[in-house]
């Protein structure tokens, strides 16, 4: 296996549900799992998030990006310019929509600010330049943010206008009529965790006024797709969809799942997959997608994932002579009398340890103490059952008489396509001149030139996998533009050579963490896209193209989870990829070594979660924990560890997904071994003896939700934080909580929280009072203990919050995004928002001292380089907002600078040039005597620059006033010169 397929075989790129894997625990009754939030909750929720924004204190502290940018994130459609097709948009999962005028040099954002920014497909009238957005993702994954309908813009982004269907969560197809500007289609999906009636295929013929529902299943099923016949607008073909998502199971068929077509422009529809039809009707039929030939429209083509399972003689392990079905099925006794080389070839085959070997199997078998199944069952974990699936898979179909009759395109299987997990694919394109010359997407991207009968990858150098959007030229065979999990590739030769364009940050990180070097470097795990580490002083450049060194590094790959950094050493970290897969490394010399604990044959395997927790104790950098559904424990750094808890979650449920799984692990930092977990199924534990003993601690909290974290505190020993998600019942309530007394009781914060979703709480480490939450819409923070919560603003998008972090030298947050990777804002200053603070009219913070430089003002190494302008901001606190003085005067009371600035509410920073006011020039200079006068000067750009010394910074405003320091040194001298 080489190391392109083994990072596809570790990244598993889905946030996808698992083949069947039976768990014990019966399903939570119905009575109580909570219900999905309404539209209106959800506007007027959106409606509160803007109040938040406007009236914070705290919106003018800027983020900067940090980037990184060469892994980009999910794509879900591409728009083409006809005209042009250097110029486009891109829609990402959860990154909004950009356009590109450059063919990918450069992007511009153009949906960030709305109520979601989570995208499923967008439309474009090129005639008008009117742009459609069919809000929420389509691909139906684990992280695949619900919209609230259709968007409209008229001017190119810059307003958007809100055209109902809000109720439909995600959108699968707009089809735009190519006359009518008032008339469309929508494929709406409906919810994905929940049932609804809003989903199925609609019809506007007033803009989007109103609509009329013209396909409709059941309310599990969804439209997927629609094509329209090239020639007829009349003639479109829509694909319904049943799935059912739940926290624990995703079934990705059923009998709703169909194909229809309409020959009266989409107001009536026939369903044409009937039994006869050459196209499955079965309840296995899952996620289909459609294309009809631009050169000869009655062929259509239609790619399924079929949910049936495969003819078991068909099966690829029939050459194996032990396999998983026969040890299914296998009595004791012959089992005994299985060749041991057979066994230790199973054996091999699936990475058992060194230490497993037949004959030992053979005596403990024999003596009761395993089963032959016990082999198989200690194989299940959530990785191996991802493509340990019986499926029949990604199949092609074709129909040559305008979806009359259908034949599947080739013999058996396409193997190694879509897996199990087909839900998050499901895309084929026709090459606008060739019918026969198709491509569809899943893992790779494939083509075939005859039709489907054979397919060749196209996944070739600089192409990430998992691909969902494609466009082919209609006048160039052979240019493509490519979207997938890892961001847009260009190819101008039918996929023989790509070009990557990923100039921005869009990012999907699970988590976000730091070191203690000097600057600091953050790391983070990705959505598909590995674990990587980079400085937290990055600033975007495509420079580093001609030094030839990226500054990010990649440190581990697969969809990257959470990281963990030893500050002894600032090298050796904890990472992994899903589903507990972690490993110990060193990131300066690249060693890395495999620490996740094992069970014993004979147990069940341990229940990873998706994004499995580890914490690494502040008090004992050797200490490392670690949680699948129960709690184990490292003294040496991982290389052995001890499972000290019974099972911490509710048990687990049947059904395909990963569940009943510790979510958070997290220590006291004032006490070594109060330990707390928190789990999927909605269970928060405690520990007071480093793990050996645990107590639930339920008391006030609602049930069945996700412990999106718990958080000890850092000022009190018996204060505890929690956040709780309803995400994975398309419930989007805030729910934060704290205790004072090791979560025996919980109290209820947060309630001007708008309704969404909890992503993380963490606790400011120097002043008690200040926590931030992350939500699926944003970042917020409260400065009172969490009686009221606001906005943060300063350059950052409604982008989801997936983890957040707090540099305690650098009094850094960095922010951890599931779409536009990491911000990092300075919190100095709101730490020290005490009582006090807020209680003055005015306050100016302490500045910064500054360095004079006799550049100044003058160009830098030649004139073609901007002008060396310096600049110092002055932060300040202003109760109320309005205009504030602001004057600067010498040691000796000379007035040298002053202005009024425009303050708001809270937190202001005024970014001063350190010039001297013209009418101020001579009083400066009078005041330092003829010889000191002579370095006030005008410089190049002809400004007057402060002169080394100590100055007096003034705010006034309403007869308050507050002052500060700010002090110029000397330049720095050169050495001098012998001689």
Not at 89 to 110: C, D, H, Q, R
Not at 309 to 337: M, N, W, Y
Not at 795 to 817: F, S, Y
Request: hydrophobic content about 30%.
């Amino acid at each position: 296996m080489n190391n392109r397929q083994l990072l596809i075989a570790l990244s598993l790129t889905l946030f996808l549900a698992l083949p069947a894997w039976a768990q014990r625990k019966k399903a939570t009754p119905a009575e109580i799992a909570p219900k999905a939030t309404t539209a209106t909750e959800r506007w007027q929720g959106y409606q509160q998030r803007l109040t938040l924004q406007q009236n914070s204190l705290v919106k003018n502290i800027p983020f900067r990006n940090v980037g990184p940018t060469v892994m980009s994130g999910r794509v879900d459609d591409i728009e083409v310019d006809p005209s042009d097709p250097t110029h486009f948009y891109v829609a990402y999962a959860s990154g909004g929509l950009w356009e590109t005028k450059n063919n990918g040099i450069s992007f511009t954002p153009m949906f960030q600010n709305e109520i979601v920014m989570s995208i499923g497909d967008i439309a474009v009238d090129w005639n008008s330049g009117t742009i459609y957005i069919g809000s929420g993702e389509n691909n139906s994954s684990r992280s695949s943010y619900s919209g609230y309908g259709i968007f409209k813009s008229t001017d190119n982004g810059k307003t958007w206008i809100h055209l109902g269907l809000e109720e439909s969560h995600h959108i699968g197809r707009i089809i735009l009529h190519p006359t009518n500007p008032n008339t469309f289609w929508v494929a709406a999906l409906g919810h994905l965790y929940s049932d609804n009636a809003e989903r199925g295929v609609y019809k506007t013929t007033d803009g989007g006024k109103t609509y009329t529902k013209t396909l409709f299943s059941n309310d599990k099923s969804g439209a997927i797709e629609l094509a329209k016949d090239p020639s007829n607008a009349d003639i479109l073909y829509a694909a319904l969809w049943q799935k059912d998502r739940k926290a624990w199971n995703f079934d990705g068929a059923g009998e709703g799942s169909g194909l229809y077509k309409s020959t009266d422009g989409g107001s009536n529809w026939t369903k044409i997959n009937t039994e006869g039809s050459g196209f499955p009707a079965t309840k296995g039929v899952g996620r289909i997608g459609l294309e009809v030939s631009v050169s000869n429209p009655s062929i259509v083509y239609a790619m399924l994932d079929n949910q049936d399972f495969r003819d078991k003689k068909q099966k690829k392990d029939e050459e194996e002579k032990v396999t998983k079905d026969l040890l299914r099925a296998i009595s004791k006794a012959d089992f005994l009398a299985l060749d041991n080389k057979d066994i230790n070839a199973y054996l091999d085959a699936n990475r058992f340890p060194q230490k497993y070997n037949a004959p030992d199997i053979k005596k403990d078998v024999e003596a009761g103490k395993v089963k032959p199944l016990d082999l198989v069952e200690y194989t299940e974990d959530a990785n191996s059952l991802l493509f340990d699936t019986e499926v029949k898979g990604g199949e092609m179909y074709r129909s040559n008489d305008g979806g009359k009759t259908w034949f599947k395109t080739h013999a058996g299987y396409i193997e190694d396509l879509v897996y199990s997990y087909g839900y998050y694919f499901g895309q084929v394109r026709i090459d606008a001149r060739d019918p026969d010359h198709i491509y569809t997407m899943g893992v790779p991207i494939v083509r075939s030139l005859d039709g489907g009968k054979t397919w060749e990858s196209i996944d070739n150098d600089n192409v990430h996998s998992d691909h969902h959007a494609l466009w082919v030229n209609p006048n160039r065979s052979g240019h493509l533009i490519l979207g997938n999990d890892g961001g847009i590739n260009i190819s101008y030769d039918d996929g023989k050579t790509w070009n990557k364009c990923n100039p921005i940050p869009l990012g999907q990180f699970y988590s976000v963490s730091y070191d203690m070097a000097s600057p600091y470097n953050v790391y983070g795990g990705l959505q598909d896209n590995g674990v990587w580490m980079g400085p937290s002083t990055y600033e975007y450049s495509n420079g580093w193209q001609a030094e030839g060194q990226y500054p990010y590094k990649s440190i581990f790959g697969g969809d990257g989870m959470q990281v963990q950094v030893d500050f002894r050493d600032n090298l050796t970290y904890y990472t992994g990829l899903q589903f507990g897969n972690y490993v110990r490394g060193n990131s300066q010399t690249g060693d890395r070594k495999r620490i996740t604990p094992s069970h014993e044959l004979g147990e069940r395997p341990y229940r990873w979660n998706w994004e499995t927790p580890i914490f690494l104790s502040r008090h004992n950098q050797d200490v490392l924990y670690m949680g699948s559904n129960r709690f184990h424990r490292s003294m040496d750094q991982g290389e052995n560890f001890e499972t000290l808890s019974g099972d911490l979650t509710n048990g687990g449920k049947k059904g395909n997904v990963s569940y009943g799984t510790l979510t958070v692990i997290a220590e006291s930092p004032t006490r070594f071994g109060l330990l707390y977990t928190g789990s999927d199924d909605g269970l928060i534990h405690v520990s007071k003896d480093g793990g050996y003993s645990w107590t639930k601690i339920m008391n006030g909290l609602p049930q069945n939700y996700w412990v999106s974290n718990v958080e000890p505190s850092k000022h009190k020993e018996s204060r505890v934080y929690a956040s709780l998600n309803g995400y994975r019942w398309d419930n989007f309530d805030a729910l934060v909580y704290v205790s004072e007394d090791y979560g025996a009781t919980w109290k209820k914060m947060g309630s001007n929280l708008p309704k969404e979703s909890v992503n993380i709480i963490r606790e400011d480490p120097e002043n008690e009072n200040v926590l931030y939450v992350g939500t699926d819409h944003g970042l917020y923070v409260t400065v009172d203990g969490g009686a009221s919560f606001m906005a943060f603003d300063g350059g950052l998008p409604n982008v989801a919050v997936h983890d957040l972090a707090i540099h305690p030298r650098e009094k850094d947050l960095i922010v951890g995004t599931h779409g536009r990777s990491i911000y990092i804002g300075n919190v100095a200053h709101l730490q020290m928002l005490t009582g006090d603070v807020l209680a003055k009219a005015l306050h100016l913070f302490d500045t910064d001292k500054v360095t004079h430089s006799e550049r100044w003002g003058m160009p830098g190494f030649s004139q073609w380089r901007p002008v060396n302008e310096p600049s110092q901001t002055l932060p300040f606190y202003a109760k109320t907002g309005g205009v504030v003085a602001l004057i600067l005067t010498s040691d000796k009371g000379a007035k040298v600078f002053e202005a009024t600035v425009k303050a708001d509410k809270g937190l202001n920073y005024y970014a001063y040039d350190l010039t001297v006011t013209d009418a101020q020039v001579e009083a400066l200079k009078a005041e330092l005597g003829e010889e000191k006068a002579k370095a006030v000067k005008k410089a190049d750009n002809g400004k007057t620059y402060l002169v080394p010394g100590t100055y007096t910074v003034t705010i006034s405003q309403g007869g308050e006033t507050s002052t500060t320091k700010l002090k110029v040194d000397e330049p720095r001298k050169r050495p001098e010169r012998k001689g």
